[in-house]
């Protein structure tokens, strides 16, 4: 073959817009039909998989070493330095051992959390319909190779660049690569071999999308070799691990460091000039403080936090694109979902026809094409009945599905719509291949939301050509004036089959409906004109598609949160409310359509938006009017859309969800999130996590801040009273790194709490620092400072010495945290229940870690001479515990009244 003798340089350096199509089938060596498997492997090992080479990340020496630029990790070296310059030896080198500790830990759960984003973004890589052996095949992208016929549709990702070989009203957006904003139109004619990217009408390139129409190319180049890959340095980084909500925690952090910093010298100076201490002993006063009050493992935490929500969504087929949706999801009032294959099992079966003859019932489920034709109560011969035989060959005609049959299941390749009637025109006697070669297709108008309906020109057997149209069975009746019947053809009465179509669809069934035309000889394409009137009418198909049984449950759970469900379908109306009447969507279901909504302003298209909750026969355009309809009062949108034409809707939504199965490029670019499975249950189950994550990260900033604060106002009560320091800089440090590593990270792998869906939705924009959380905050703070202070005076008091009686407030700091943290666990509950006490098993392995580390800390002489600390008697232990117990009780009944009082927790 020609493409055996090319090199790769001379096959990528071809000018494949200036040749005719047939000669890049020929040089590229590819048959009418597709590559073979075998040969299609062999190219992929040759050339090697199409993608871009990934974006150059920073080495390991460079991540580690980029722990350590944060405000709060300078404070913490400043003051090492510090202490070393005053001659505490001791004291800096175990602030530099935490430090480099923390720039650790950080290094090591920041790659995990790469590495965990790394592979959920594997999920949804993009996919491509290619022709294999005669077969339309979905693969992923990366396995498309040089020579291979790419399928192109509305909505996909061009997944290569494409020498087109076919292009049915193909329209382009090149936005991505040439910065024309305008969609291109394309076609097969060879161009000018020095015509500019933007002119090279006869390609399409990779990274572009499909705005509208069909097209066929030949894939001429892959991965890096295409024109997006030799641009591919204008490709960002991998999104770095932020959200608005990090960020304003960073910030928070860095107010914090600046307050911390500026009480830090102030407390110096009252030290030394107005206490009158020991310089070296203010600065150590100093560096106690800066260092007990600054959270300096905060922001990894919640970091950490958001990345283990991520992972949990993606275990339940959500894939998250853009991290800040984590945040929103928790906030979402209102979610606009489609019904087909989302709240049903799109699953699709024709149940009856309906023809100008005869009704007839349709037996079989699934897509298996076994079951009997049942009219007048028995089996018919389909033979007997020509309009029901033509009306399932405009099924097998007008349709770009294959169905398949694999290990003994039945599979459709394509739209499940189309699969479904691929099964009935089986049922009805046809060779699905046969009738496809015998009446090849000639042209073919798309489907489109806009106009509703696909027709395809089909022409055999020295027939005149006929054009077949399939679409929404009000759209096709417009279109006819005629009727097949037994004698041939008829006057169509209109006002019949609209009473037809609404017997069906009040039945729960999708109705559609198929009509032909016949063409003058030697037509060889069609446009819209020539298939939107004149028509004659075929009949109806009633295809079935159950509702999902999670979906009924999520539903359910959706009404008990406060979060309305509401439907966006295509489909008749009375189909639509019968549906949403199965699943439960509302006491009373009110249904508006897309034709009723055109006619409404725009205050009464926001009150009906508001109102209804079930959208029947909408376009698009429909949705994105919706959107903004809904967010008019502050309520937060999950729109769901898998077509081009969702892509405004979607970005416009708070959180846009894109079908991951169904759904196509263009939607899933514009998304934040990605089912997987296509499933509502998913985005039901993405909205709990998105509470629960935001739980979490409340608890996180409850258990640290208050932590932090007693620590530091102890200090500062301390110096105030002319007191001894309760607790070294060092054993802060000791007590920060321990408990921030082993008991904050906990937190981040909380479960929901039970109820998290029996709650209404939290106002957008809420801030998190809310005044519950700064009043809880200070409250612990004040209880911490009382049993710290109040230990350490219990200790001296009982004649122990200052190191005894500071090993004894490090371990009741430590304790103190260890039993808020049970607490904290519960923010809308109590933790006073077996389920409470027992914990997670992250908190107790927590729990362990820190309690083990605090005998070393107390009770192993390296660490007494490092630390200052001495071994504490069983009393003095039991002590210890008793002032944590104390301190869990005083938050429940604190919690307790806060709940009685009215104010949310």
């Known amino acids: 073959m020609a493409f055996e003798a090319e090199s790769d340089s001379e096959r990528t350096g071809r000018d494949w817009h200036a040749l005719e199509a047939g000669d890049v089938l020929a040089a590229l060596g590819t048959p009418r039909g597709g590559l073979t498997a075998d040969e299609a492997e062999r190219r992929l090992e040759q050339y090697g998989p199409n993608r871009l080479p990934k974006t150059k990340r920073a080495n390991a020496i460079t991540r580690f070493l980029l722990q350590f630029n944060n405000l709060l990790i300078y404070v913490l070296i400043g003051a090492g330095v510090l202490a070393a310059a005053i001659g505490h030896v001791t004291d ?6 935490v430090v480099v500790a923390n720039a650790i830990i950080g290094y090591i759960q920041e790659g995990r959390a790469e590495q965990a984003l790394d592979a959920i973004r594997g999920m949804i890589d993009p996919h491509a319909s290619v022709l294999r052996e005669g077969r339309r095949i979905t693969i992923t992208a990366e396995k498309v190779t040089p020579g291979d016929l790419v399928l192109l549709e509305a909505g996909d990702r061009v997944a290569a660049d494409l020498r087109l070989v076919k292009a049915n009203n193909l329209r382009i957006d090149e936005a991505a690569l040439t910065g024309e904003s305008v969609p291109v139109d394309k076609g097969l004619a060879p161009v000018k071999a020095d015509a500019p990217l933007g002119d090279r009408f006869s390609m399409a390139f990779s990274g572009t999308f499909v705005a509208a129409g069909q097209g066929i190319g030949i894939a001429v180049a892959t991965g890096e070799k295409t024109e997006l890959g030799r641009i591919s340095g204008m490709i960002g980084a991998v999104e770095k691990l932020t959200t608005p909500l990090v960020r304003q925690m960073d910030g928070f952090a860095r107010q914090v460091t600046v307050v911390v910093l500026a009480v830090s010298a102030f407390v110096f100076l009252y030290a030394a000039s107005v206490a009158h201490y020991d310089a070296a002993y203010a600065f150590m006063v100093m560096i106690g403080l800066a260092v007990a009050a600054i959270p300096e493992g905060l922001p990894a935490v919640m970091t950490i936090t958001l990345a283990v929500g991520v992972q949990r969504m993606a275990s339940r087929n959500a894939i998250i694109r853009r991290l800040n949706a984590v945040e929103t999801l928790g906030a979402v009032s209102i979610i606009c979902s489609d019904k087909t294959g989302t709240l049903t099992r799109n699953e699709m079966t024709v149940r009856a026809a309906v023809t100008a003859l005869a009704h007839v019932e349709v037996e079989g489920a699934g ?89 395809t020109l089909n022409a055999g057997d020295e027939l005149p050509p006929v054009v077949y149209v399939k679409g929404a069975p009000e759209r096709i009746i417009d279109m006819c004036d005629r009727v097949k019947t037994r004698e041939g053809e008829g ?47 075929l009949g109806l198909v009633a295809l079935i598609d159950p509702p999902r049984p999670e979906a009924l449950q999520a539903i359910a759970e959706c009404r008990a949160a406060g979060i309305s469900v509401k439907m966006i379908t295509g489909d008749h109306a009375a189909t639509a409310q019968a549906i949403a009447g199965q699943l439960g969507l509302s006491d009373q279901v009110r249904t508006v359509t897309g034709g009723e909504l055109d006619a409404l302003d725009d205050a009464r298209f926001a009150e009906e938006a508001r109102a209804a909750n079930v959208f029947a026969r909408t376009s698009p355009e429909h949705k994105l009017r919706l959107v903004e309809a809904l967010q008019a009062d502050g309520s937060v949108i999950a729109m769901t859309g898998d077509g081009v034409n969702d892509a405004p809707a979607l970005k416009r939504a708070d959180v846009g969800v894109a079908m991951g199965d169904k759904g196509t490029e263009a939607a899933k670019e514009a998304s934040e999130m990605v089912l997987a499975d296509d499933n509502f249950a998913s985005i039901v189950a993405a909205v709990r996590e998105g509470r629960t994550v935001y739980d979490n990260l409340t608890k996180v900033i409850a258990w640290t801040l208050p932590t932090n604060g007693g620590e530091a106002f102890t200090i500062i009560l301390a110096l105030i009273f002319g007191l001894t320091l309760p607790v070294t800089p060092v054993q802060i440090l000791w007590i920060n790194m321990v408990t921030t590593v082993a008991l904050g990270l906990t937190l981040a792998f909380e479960p929901a709490e039970p109820g998290v869906m029996n709650r209404p939705p939290r106002k957008a924009g809420l801030r998190l620092l809310s005044g519950r959380l700064l009043w809880r905050v200070l409250f612990v703070s004040v209880l911490m400072v009382a049993g710290t202070l109040g230990i350490y005076t219990f200790a001296t008091a009982q004649g122990a010495s200052l190191e005894t009686a500071r090993t004894m407030v490090v371990n009741v700091l430590v304790v103190m945290e260890i039993f808020y943290l049970f607490s904290v666990r519960y923010v809308h509950g109590t933790s006073l229940t077996w389920q409470g006490v027992l914990g997670t098993r992250a908190v107790l392995i927590g729990v362990a870690a820190v309690t083990a580390a605090q005998f070393i800390f107390t009770y192993l002489p390296f660490m007494q001479t490092v630390f200052g600390a001495q071994a504490l008697s069983l009393a003095q232990g039991l002590v210890v515990v008793g002032v944590g117990v104390a301190l869990l009780f005083v938050v429940e009944i604190e919690k307790r009244v806060a709940r009685m009082l009215g104010f949310a927790s």
């Open 491 to 537: 006057a169509l009465d209109a006002a019949f089959w609209r009473g037809q179509i609404d017997a069906l669809a009040a039945e729960g069934q999708r109705v559609i409906g198929l009509a032909c035309r016949e063409m003058p000889q030697g037509t060889q394409t069609i446009s819209q004109a020539d298939v939107e009137q004149g028509l004659t009418f």
């Open 367 to 455: 897509y298996e094409p076994k079951g009997r034709f049942i009219a007048e109560g028995g089996p018919i011969d389909v033979a007997a009945y020509p309009a029901l035989e033509e009306l399932s060959l405009a099924g097998v005609l007008c349709n770009d599905a294959n169905l398949t049959e694999r290990d003994g299941t039945w599979r459709v390749d394509g739209d499940p719509m189309e699969g479904a009637l691929l099964s009935f025109a089986i049922k009805a006697g046809h060779d699905v291949a046969a009738a496809r070669e015998r009446f090849l297709r000639l042209d073919a108008v798309p489907f489109d939301a806009r106009h509703r309906y696909m027709a």
């Open 92 to 97: 800096a080198a175990v602030i530099a051992a």
